[in-house]
């Protein structure tokens, strides 16, 4: 008996029920490796195969989340007449042959489908949206591309709807486009799809937010986008939620293909064994382009060379380097925002001492307990002069006045030899905190080992003797600085966290746009940092006392030894016993740093961001997102190449856990980062204060050396003219910098998220407002933590 059924079968049906919930299918395949001998029969699409044989295997996982707007669906309905090559029929050998009934059917159905054929079996009301589009500002942000647009709702979509320009440049940069068109009415939108067309000579386009307002039920949905559109990409809603309460499978669904999108553009990469590893990509333009920096030039320690060259040519030509006031007029020459301060006092101790204490190697010192390291061969009567009270050192160390530098970690690495043979030692020094409060430096002995070819000098001895001995350890600091501190400790460390952020989590999730900002620029200008850092040739080959080899040493010995707790301030404070504001005042790192950590610690923490999503416990450990950030982070970040314990944990098991982890990235990416970074025009700009290379060995006996031996021992004039352009471009501020507490972006758009950062903000200034007022007063006004001076991100 043959069947009927109507040519509306069970649609009306499939769109009720997709009303209702997403719909999943599976999609399977029976496969047959073709043999010699295997009858014709097994061309037949009718058959089944014995599935013991030919089991059925899973192809795919079909969600079905919308009704298919009617233009689709006429384009999209089956006509065998229509198929790809790839499907093509086999030709029948007869009219017995299986193989006939397709060509037949393709002949009755070698027609377009008419319009309205196709038609949606139920009836639709109309809505009206009006659309409002954001374009960036930064450079190259507009297109001159054609734009479409598709809404989609809890179970049906808009056609892709056209934006009819009215200019050609409609969507500038720094633009607002408004447009408005009539459809399907989507009732609530969940989803926005833009595609652009790749026309024109600017195609690719930068949208901050696309806001869609629904006329017909007075409602305005907001779209956070903040990224580059070349082709096409899916927005929701811009209101913060966690996994487990997705209130729709289609978003659901979307937040899972937004992640597995990323993963694909985001790879890790472990080019430099013995370091964090790092996002895949050899030169800027290898990166995704929403982390690209716009003006790599300007970033790129390649091209520093250039910068004081037009200025400096004469001097470079016509004249050397015979006194330290030529440098005063060579560092002029370069830059004019030196402080003058520097260039004048460099030389006396109480600058020296300041330096070491709010300079930009805050983390260098520590307090001597329990005595001197048994290698440093100081005795009691070489300092004796040094002591207000005619103390003994043993005494004052036991009353906390006495603190150590001990730059004995680069003993033993390999010097640089790229331009004849650069030195560098590896010194142990005190500094002693006198009745004033002053920070002074009273011994140095500038290599590990001690011996007669290895004197401690101290302040008791002759000018030239001290101040040649200051070189070196300024040298050696220097080293540690620019390789450890700032480089290391701030750059290559916070990159795991970036790249999992981008891999893990999706735009949607409150921690993704919580860290989002504090990422800004810093995958880029990393892609430099590791080509200057390891890479031989590169031009701190022509700078520094290290070598590639002994810098890439450096990294993996520092690295191997590093612990996430030396970045929580509170607690390094502590360690180093530098938390005592009575034993040590004017430590403004200190004093300015804990106003700002706390400031930021409450804005993450239980009573701020954080806790509007994370109510207990249990909320933190069910977030599965949350725990695939961090093991990829402690994976592929920090032990992709060991197993040490580097304070990184696997899996994150309590709400504070989580508040210090996102305390210290934060802290990191912007408070200590400008902390070893703001001051480097000051403090290395002008190089006899701080030389990142030395032509001579320190001498191995006092009284030995005068002036000239100093001004031979420091770099010649193309290196000083080097020195000076790398410290001016790593202090360059940025055209679009974005400073603490503030966030342009509107990643979260809820008014109790709002008001959280408002409260931020206000606190911040706050801080500020004192900070300014106490430098006001000051002999030397301490602005490297000013927090209008903090840019949000390691963007420099």
Known sequence: MTERRPRGYLRTE????????????????????????????????????????????????????????????????????????????????????????????????????????????????????????????????????????????????????????????????????????KSVDVEEVLLVTLESSSKGF???????????????????????????????????????????????????????????DRQRRYKWSYSIPGCPGHLYGITNQDLPRDVRLMNDKSRDFATAPKRGSVKTFFKRVFGILRSLDDFKDLAKSVTSEISPHIMEDWHNDLEFGRQFLNGITPSAIRRCRGGLPRNFGLRDEMVQGCFDDKTTLSEEI?????????????????????????YFAAPLALFHVNRLGDFLPIA?????????????????????????????????????????????????????????????????????????PHFRGMLGINVFIREALIKEGSVLDSVMSLGPQGRHELLRKCYKAFNIRALDL?????????????????????????????????????????????????????????????????????????????????????????????????????????AVNNGCRDILGFVPNAPLSLRRPPPPWKGIINMTDIVRTLPDMDTAVLQTSIADMMCEEPRDEVYLSHYPERHFVEENARAVIDEFQYNIQAINDAIAKRNAVGDVPNTYLLPSNIPNSISR
Request: a negative charge; glycine letters at 6%; charged letters at 25%.
């Open 14 to 181: 499939f769109a009720q029920e997709l009303q209702r919930s997403l719909l999943e299918y599976r999609l399977q395949v029976q496969l047959h490796e073709w043999v010699e001998g295997d009858p014709y029969e097994i061309f037949n699409p009718a058959c089944i195969w014995d599935p013991k044989t030919h089991p059925w295997m899973d192809l795919a996982r079909v969600c079905v989340t919308n009704l298919l707007p009617q233009s689709v669906l006429e384009r999209t309905i089956f006509d065998p007449s229509i198929q790809p090559p790839s499907l093509g029929l086999l030709e029948p050998k007869s009219s017995h042959d299986h193989n006939s009934l397709p060509h037949l059917n393709s002949d009755l159905h070698s027609r377009p489908m008419r319009p309205g054929e196709g038609k949606l079996p139920v009836d639709l009301a109309e809505g009206s949206y009006a659309l409002e589009f954001h374009t960036g500002v930064q450079r190259g942000a507009g297109t001159t591309a054609d734009v479409w647009i598709t809404l989609t709702g809890t179970w049906l979509r808009t056609d892709r709807i056209k934006m009819e320009k009215s200019f050609f440049d409609e969507f500038e940069r720094g633009a607002v486009s408004r447009f408005h068109f």
């Open 202 to 260: 600017w195609h690719d386009w930068y949208v901050e937010n696309v806001f869609v307002n629904d006329r017909k039920r007075g409602r305005r949905y907001e779209f956070p986008c903040h990224r580059w559109i070349r082709d096409r990409v899916v927005l929701r809603s811009g209101h913060a939620c966690l996994n487990a309460y997705e209130f729709h499978d289609l978003l659901a669904a979307e937040r899972q293909l937004e992640v597995q």
């Open 398 to 422: 036991e009353a906390g006045h006495i603190y150590i530098v001990d730059c004995g970690i680069l003993d033993g690495l390999q010097q640089n030899t790229s331009r004849g043979n650069f």
């Open 444 to 516: 140095i002995q500038i290599n590990q080992r001690p011996g007669n070819d290895n004197p401690v000098f101290t302040s008791e001895d002759s000018d030239i003797d001290w101040l040649m001995a200051k070189i070196f350890l300024r040298n050696a600091d220097a080293q540690l600085q620019l390789v450890v501190s700032h480089l290391l400790d701030t750059h290559l460390i916070m990159e795991p966290f970036a790249v999992a952020t981008y891999r893990q989590l999706p735009g949607v999730h409150p921690l993704y746009k919580l860290l989002v």
């Open 570 to 674: 509170p607690a390094s404070l502590k360690d180093r016993g530098l938390d005592d504001f009575r034993l040590l005042p004017g430590y403004r790192y200190r004093d300015d740093g804990m106003l700002i950590w706390g400031c930021i610690e409450k804005f993450v923490t239980a009573t701020d961001m954080l806790s509007l999503h994370y109510d207990r416990d249990a909320t933190l450990l069910d977030d599965l997102e949350l725990q695939r950030w961090i093991s990829d982070v402690y994976e592929h970040g920090f032990n992709w190449e060991d197993n040490l314990d580097r304070g990184i944990p696997h899996r994150i098991k309590s709400f504070r856990q989580l508040v210090d982890i996102v305390t210290i990235i934060i802290w990191t990416c912007s408070v200590q980062h400008a």
